[in-house]
């Protein structure tokens, strides 16, 4: 699965941001359908507008509301990480 391959983490994890990435992450979702295939340099670092496209990737054929809860669900998986 060479999607899911990275080298730096660099996801804003600022709460107050919230609205910049969810539309970030909803706009590489929807490039994931509609737009060439993000190149191997943009897969270098992970974004939320690149990780939003990974996940696009391998689920296309997804309802909008379960996309925003798959959002939700990333950012507590990045809340937890950076609390361990």
């Not at 992450?25 to 496209?53: H, I, M, S, V």
Request: some cysteine; hydrophobic content about 30%; glycine content about 6%.
């Amino acid at each position: 699965m060479n999607e899911l391959r990275f080298d730096e983490d660099i996801r804003h994890e600022d709460p107050n941001d919230t609205a910049h990435r969810k539309a970030r992450f909803r706009e590489g979702w929807r490039d994931a359908a509609t737009g060439p295939p993000y190149g191997e340099d943009a897969l270098k670092q992970l974004t939320w507008q690149n990780l939003g496209y990974r996940l696009g990737v391998l689920f296309p054929d997804t309802r909008p509301e379960l996309v925003d809860k798959l959002y939700d669900w990333c950012v507590r998986q990045q809340q937890e990480r950076r609390q361990s």
